[in-house]
């Protein structure tokens, strides 16, 4: 069943260093969750779980300790693992004509799990995003866990174009009437404002993504 969070808040957890130093643990139950791949670790309460690699669901035997919905792009890890199957078209976009079919986050394809879990929380109904492990740099290093089985290492170039891709999105989740915030300080990203996960729960009003 497609969720709805229609006027909600939706955190998504991205797996890059600094997920690690976010306590997400206060904010269970103040808003919607997607975790990315591992950062589920970090909150097993998630609402959704979302991967892109099919290697990384092949790796972790489609993550049985997960209860909440599990989706994916990748049609054998959604048979094998009975996922919730999205499709992905080729756009640095944000998609919401078509239910289930989400933007990967680059114009040539591939793309990246974080811009896509954005796209599901804002087809779910979310208008608030509260973004954690969004580093989008390897300044710090790729992961905030050593162990990514299954995952493609990312290059700094590639980080470069994921950066560019979201970025770019500024003014449509402003035309979308969605706020987007940043709690990753030392994140590369420009267009959101940066705060705490607390404070980014907290303050529902005044600002602009």
Not at 65 to 80: E, I, Q
Not at 171 to 187: D, E, I, K, P, Y
């Given at each position: 069943m497609w969720p709805d969070w229609s006027g909600e808040t939706a955190?998504?957890?991205?797996?890059?260093?600094?997920?690690a130093d976010v306590s997400l643990?206060?904010?269970r139950g103040l808003a919607r969750c997607i975790a990315i791949k591992s950062g589920w670790q970090l909150a097993p309460w998630s609402d959704a779980l979302y991967g892109l690699d099919k290697g990384w669901w092949i790796a972790n035997r489609g993550v049985?300790?997960?209860?909440?919905?599990?989706?994916?792009?990748?049609?054998?890890?959604?048979?094998?693992?009975r996922l919730m199957q999205v499709r992905l078209k080729a756009h640095a976009k944000i998609?919401?004509?078509?239910?289930?079919?989400i933007g990967c986050g680059l114009s040539t394809g591939g793309g990246h799990s974080g811009f896509q879990a954005i796209n599901l929380a804002i087809q779910f109904g979310?208008?608030?995003?509260?973004?954690v492990g969004f580093d989008m740099t390897l300044a710090h290093g790729a992961h905030w866990t050593a162990d990514q089985s299954g995952v493609g290492k990312p290059d700094t170039a590639r980080a470069a174009r994921w950066r560019a891709a979201l970025d770019g999105c500024a003014?449509?989740?402003?035309?979308?009437?969605?706020?987007?915030?940043?709690?990753?300080?030392?994140?590369a990203l420009t267009a959101y404002p940066k705060m705490s996960l607390m404070e980014a729960l907290g303050a529902r009003h005044g600002d602009s993504g």
């Open positions: 955190i998504i957890i991205g797996t890059g260093p600094s997920a643990e206060p904010a049985p300790d997960f209860t909440g919905l599990k989706l994916s792009p990748s049609p054998t890890a959604c048979r094998v693992f998609l919401t004509g078509e239910i289930g079919t979310a208008n608030r995003i509260v973004l003014s449509q989740f402003a035309a979308l009437g969605v706020v987007v915030v940043n709690t990753g300080l030392n994140s």
